[in-house]
């Protein structure tokens, strides 16, 4: 299973250098799931929250594909997936927690363009969305992982922000589960739709990052133009 399964990640993330290691770590997690069953998948899943280069488009279609091969039962990919979803983003909630407004506070002294009050107002805005921010971000690309940083910063209660990071990725990894689970070994369909989804979540932070850039930026011209004598 393990040949067939890197054949056709291979064809589906197009081959080249730049796949090898990433084809190394997909094999290693399908090793998982033939050695340990669903504990293995819940374990790549995990680890695909702390590293997101690990694509969970294709561990998860993987362990459907999996489970009706009958290695195990489809309840327990489900259950074992949502499992890792849940371990994985609490180690990056706890590192959020361990790092703290205050030292992010900190820091905004000495990135340039950020100000402190871009993060009191980001954690406003958590504090206030947040429960949202962490359901939908569950089914994002990027962010299924990134989003369980600022819910540790602005110290939302552990157990509301496992139960929604639960519902969310409950969602997300049923999709891509029961699509392994169905469509055999087509599995790899589903990951070149997923990759669309991800250019255009890529596309759209990049767009807000230069936006970001090219308003500070004028403002800092404005500010120095103001202070320079003579004006």
């Not at 998982?32 to 504990?39: A, E, K, S």
């Not at 979803?85 to 609490?90: D, F, I, N, Q, T």
């Not at 496992?162 to 369909?189: D, M, Q, R």
Request: proline share 4%; net charge positive.
């Amino acid at each position: 299973m393990t040949d067939l399964i890197l054949a056709a990640s291979s064809s589906g993330s197009g081959g080249g250098a730049g796949g090898s290691w990433l084809t190394g770590l997909i094999d290693w997690t399908v090793s998982l799931m033939d050695v340990i069953g669903p504990v293995g998948a819940g374990i790549g899943i995990a680890l695909e929250n702390i590293f997101p280069p690990i694509p969970s488009e294709i561990i998860l279609p993987v362990a459907g594909l999996t489970a009706a091969r009958g290695s195990f039962t489809l309840v327990e990919a489900l259950v074992w997936t949502i499992a890792g979803s849940v371990v994985g983003a609490l180690l990056l909630y706890g590192l959020g927690r361990l790092l703290g407004a205050d030292r992010l506070r900190k820091a905004a002294h000495w990135i340039p363009l950020v100000k402190v009050e871009d993060v009191d107002k980001t954690i406003a805005w958590f504090e206030k969305h947040g429960g949202k921010a962490v359901f939908l971000g569950r089914m994002l690309p990027i962010f299924r992982s990134l989003i369980s940083i600022p819910a540790g910063v602005s110290k939302m209660p552990v157990w509301r922000f496992t139960l929604l990071t639960a519902a969310g990725s409950a969602i997300w990894n049923t999709i891509f589960v029961l699509a392994g689970f169905f469509l055999g070994e087509k599995w790899h369909i589903v990951e070149q739709y997923a990759g669309i989804l991800q250019w255009i979540v890529i596309g759209v932070v990049a767009a807000v990052v230069v936006w970001f850039v090219v308003v500070r930026v004028r403002a800092a011209v404005r500010t120095k133009q103001w202070q320079e004598p003579g004006d």
